[in-house]
């Protein structure tokens, strides 16, 4: 039940994760659309004008602006179901990782239909009031004011607060992506427990021949180890990272503690020298831990804290499912379900001791494991014809799975975070090439009564810093937000490290100095002339 509620807390914590990302790369694609509609709405003051004085009201104006917003709003949520329907028919192959098939049981159904037209009238609003408000709101001698040229400080004003609130949004995104490549780097150093750079195989197989568990494991082991290019084989109840088949319990009896549940692998006599798991006191299983022998079990160094604290734990003596074993060795810690897990107690049987229906084979090679997978079908085959064999895979493949999640984390939020820059510089270049090509007239003028071109490029780079100066606290405030939602779900990254929220600044103020850098270019070959043609 615990694993059970694990998953289920990842698979909340991705799934929130992902539609606050996407809801925040909307508004921006929104703010962007108004930026549009409200320099539109400038250009058609005259319009309006003409259109307000025949006798048309605020809210006939604001409804045709509303309707005109629809008309890009609808065919792109259209075209975006379309795009998610050829997606989705994709998913299967984007999100199978080392099995033959997976379902991620997603559909375009009438939920998915629904939440798409409410967040495409919801787009339609955000995209559309801007410039709806502005015309409803000014007379006819308002419009005229500004109806022969320039940009009224009212619709500046929404532009700068559309523009800031798209910086924010950007530095956040930028900031998660940052957060979780990271934290998908820090995973991939994460020892599981074993080398996982080992050349090895890994085959789940169960039995067809009515033979004792350990002995078909042990016979069709020593027929693996015999194939050509095979160093040695060995079996497991199951590899560590296997996701909820390592969910299965021990009941752990000690004096004076309440008992308790812990984790457990069956293991057979050379499963640590394969797979590299280091045994840091005593001795591993081995092949003479049979049947008939002492029980004897190797713990975990969590477990032996938790346990055996303040004492070796070797031959010491641990009541288990009403059993007595005995400790004979120290194994390092691993996670035993996912990476991102705290160490927790965990216990070694002997296979032989405690066997089960359930089978991995780790086959160690000399070259590259994927090669020799034909013979190992084979020899068991040869063996065994009614084997049932599934999930033949290598370590390689089994570690890619293991971070999958983080993978898929890191690509999902380093691509919104690429669309949110680049809708937000283009933005931004938007309107600053908009503000130059209304500004002509002052520029023309500045430069007349002596303003040198390096001046007026600071005023127009200087126009995208005042944004970024009140965006980019913003942003890292909300950063801060969405880093400590997500914490559960990384690995080795504070949720307000400093050198994060740095760099993160530091970025989005060269992206927004490199997307105002051509309006500014273009500020500074105004001339006088220009102005008075302006005029």
Same mark, same amino acid.
């Given at each position: 039940?615990?694993?059970?509620?694990?998953?289920?807390?990842?698979?909340?914590?991705?799934?929130?994760?992902?539609?606050?990302?996407?809801?925040?790369?909307?508004?921006?694609?929104?703010?962007?659309?108004?930026?549009?509609?409200?320099?539109?709405?400038?250009?058609?003051?005259?319009?309006?004008?003409?259109?307000?004085?025949?006798?048309?009201?605020?809210?006939?104006?604001?409804?045709?602006?509303?309707?005109?917003?629809?008309?890009?709003?609808? /065919?792109?949520?259209?075209?975006?179901?379309?795009?998610?329907?050829?997606?989705?028919?994709?998913?299967?192959?984007?999100?199978?990782?080392?099995?033959?098939?997976?379902?991620?049981?997603?559909?375009?159904?009438?939920?998915?239909?629904?939440?798409?037209?409410?967040?495409?009238?919801?787009?339609?609003?955000?995209?559309?009031? +801007?410039?709806?408000?502005?015309?409803?709101?000014?007379?006819?001698?308002? !419009?005229?004011?500004?109806?022969?040229?320039?940009?009224?400080?009212?619709? #500046?004003?929404?532009?700068?607060?559309?523009?800031?609130?798209?910086?924010?949004?950007?530095?956040?995104?930028?900031?998660?992506?940052?957060?979780?490549?990271?934290?998908?780097?820090?995973?991939?150093?994460?020892?599981?427990?074993?080398?996982?750079?080992?050349?090895?195989?890994?085959?789940?197989?169960?039995?067809?021949?009515?033979?004792?568990?350990?002995?078909?494991?042990?016979?069709?082991?020593?027929?693996?180890?015999? !194939?050509?290019?095979?160093?040695?084989?060995?079996?497991? $109840?199951?590899? +560590?990272?296997?996701?909820?088949?390592?969910?299965? %319990?021990?009941?752990?009896? %000690? /004096?004076?503690?309440?008992? #308790?549940?812990?984790?457990?692998?069956?293991?057979?006599?050379?499963?640590?020298?394969?797979?590299?798991? #280091?045994?840091?006191?005593?001795?591993?299983?081995?092949?003479?831990?049979?049947?008939?022998?002492?029980?004897?079990?190797?713990?975990?160094?969590?477990?032996?804290?938790?346990?055996?604290?303040?004492?070796?734990?070797?031959?010491?003596?641990?009541?288990?499912?009403?059993?007595?074993?005995?400790?004979?060795?120290?194994?390092?810690?691993?996670?035993?379900? @996912?990476?991102?897990?705290?160490?927790?107690?965990?216990?070694?049987?002997?296979?032989?001791?405690?066997?089960?229906?359930?089978?991995?084979? %780790?086959?160690?090679?000399?070259?590259?494991?994927?090669?020799?997978?034909?013979?190992?079908?084979?020899?068991?085959?040869?063996?065994? +014809?009614?084997?049932?064999?599934?999930?033949?895979?290598?370590?390689?493949?089994?570690?890619?799975?293991?971070?999958?999640?983080? #993978?898929?984390?890191?690509?999902?939020?380093?691509?919104?975070?690429?669309?949110?820059?680049?809708?937000?510089?283009?933005?931004?270049?938007?309107?600053?090439?908009?503000?130059?090509?209304?500004?002509?007239?002052?520029?023309?003028?500045?430069?007349?009564?002596?303003?040198?071109?390096?001046?007026?490029?600071?005023? !127009?780079?200087?126009?995208?810093?005042?944004?970024?100066?009140?965006?980019?606290?913003?942003?890292?405030?909300?950063?801060?937000?969405?880093? @400590?939602?997500?914490?559960?779900?990384?690995?080795?990254?504070?949720?307000?490290? +400093?050198?994060?929220?740095?760099?993160?600044?530091?970025?989005?103020?060269?992206?927004?100095?490199?997307?105002? @850098?051509?309006?500014?270019? $273009?500020?500074?070959?105004?001339?006088?002339?220009?102005?008075?043609?302006?005029?």
């Amino acid at each position: 039940m615990r694993d059970g509620r694990i998953f289920r807390g990842k698979e909340l914590i991705f799934g929130g994760g992902l539609l606050a990302l996407l809801s925040l790369v909307l508004f921006v694609a929104c703010a962007n659309v108004a930026q549009l509609r409200l320099a539109q709405a400038e250009a058609r003051r005259k319009e309006i004008a003409v259109r307000v004085a025949l006798g048309a009201g605020g809210r006939t104006i604001a409804r045709q602006l509303l309707l005109e917003t629809s008309l890009i709003a609808i /065919p792109g949520a259209a075209l975006g179901v379309l795009l998610a329907h050829v997606l989705l028919a994709k998913a299967v192959q984007v999100l199978t990782v080392g099995r033959t098939f997976l379902d991620p049981g997603v559909r375009l159904d009438s939920r998915v239909l629904a939440f798409t037209v409410v967040a495409t009238l919801l787009s339609v609003l955000i995209a559309g009031m +801007p410039s709806a408000r502005l015309a409803s709101r000014l007379g006819v001698s308002e !419009i005229l004011k500004t109806a022969q040229g320039g940009t009224g400080s009212y619709t #500046r004003w929404r532009q700068i607060a559309l523009m800031v609130g798209q910086t924010a949004i950007c530095v956040a995104l930028l900031g998660t992506t940052l957060l979780f490549l990271q934290s998908l780097h820090n995973a991939a150093a994460i020892r599981p427990g074993f080398e996982p750079d080992k050349k090895l195989l890994l085959v789940n197989a169960i039995r067809g021949l009515d033979l004792p568990r350990t002995t078909w494991c042990e016979q069709a082991s020593e027929r693996l180890a015999a !194939i050509a290019g095979v160093r040695a084989a060995t079996f497991a $109840r199951r590899v +560590p990272l296997s996701g909820s088949g390592g969910g299965a %319990m021990a009941r752990v009896e %000690m /004096p004076g503690q309440q008992p #308790r549940a812990v984790k457990y692998n069956n293991v057979a006599g050379n499963y640590f020298s394969v797979m590299g798991t #280091r045994v840091l006191g005593g001795r591993g299983i081995d092949s003479n831990d049979r049947q008939r022998t002492q029980p004897v079990i190797v713990v975990s160094q969590t477990f032996a804290c938790q346990f055996l604290p303040d004492r070796n734990p070797t031959g010491e003596s641990v009541r288990i499912n009403g059993k007595l074993w005995q400790v004979v060795g120290l194994a390092e810690d691993a996670p035993s379900i @996912w990476l991102h897990e705290t160490p927790e107690p965990y216990i070694y049987f002997a296979y032989a001791q405690m066997p089960s229906d359930d089978v991995t084979f %780790m086959i160690q090679t000399a070259g590259e494991p994927a090669a020799i997978g034909r013979s190992v079908i084979n020899e068991i085959r040869r063996f065994d +014809p009614r084997a049932m064999l599934y999930g033949i895979k290598t370590l390689r493949q089994h570690m890619d799975g293991a971070l999958a999640a983080d #993978r898929l984390m890191s690509t999902t939020t380093s691509t919104l975070g690429l669309v949110s820059i680049a809708l937000m510089a283009a933005g931004l270049f938007g309107v600053l090439q908009y503000s130059v090509a209304q500004r002509t007239r002052e520029l023309g003028l500045r430069v007349a009564v002596g303003a040198t071109p390096g001046r007026i490029h600071c005023l !127009i780079l200087g126009s995208a810093l005042r944004i970024a100066a009140f965006g980019i606290p913003t942003g890292l405030v909300l950063l801060a937000g969405l880093a @400590w939602m997500v914490r559960s779900a990384v690995v080795g990254v504070k949720p307000w490290d +400093p050198a994060l929220y740095a760099a993160t600044a530091v970025a989005v103020v060269a992206i927004m100095i490199g997307a105002a @850098w051509v309006p500014a270019i $273009r500020a500074i070959r105004i001339q006088p002339m220009d102005a008075l043609r302006a005029e």
